[in-house]
């Protein structure tokens, strides 16, 4: 199942991640990045789990570099939590999926529903 990660680049992060209205994990990742790699299908499964209440992404270091400057990303994968446009939370290294849920749920926004009418 695939899952709602959305790829950004850096002329999209100010519109998908700091004009956001609900908390935004960003993924600071590399395809060369084995720990990256363990820790995308957890992330893939979390942004379907929880859509509605945050947004997960997720940007190439390699492609993307003037954004992973900007926030001195130094080792990957490293997760930044943004809140109203403000980094809330860093987390850096792959880590088991339930450690990643206990750092990540603290910033879970209520449930957007939307009416079909």
Partial sequence: MAGN???LADADFRREVLEAEEPVVVDFTAAW???CRIIAPMLDALSTEWRGRM???????????????????????????FKDGKVVKQLVGAMPRKRLEEELRPFLGEVTLTAAF
Avoid: N, W
């Fill in 33 to 35: 990045c084995p720990p």
């Fill in 55 to 81: 947004k997960f992404t997720k940007i190439s270091t390699d492609s993307h570099m003037e954004t992973a400057q900007q926030y001195g990303i130094r080792a990957m994968p490293t997760l930044l939590v």
């Fill in 5 to 7: 990660v959305i790829e």
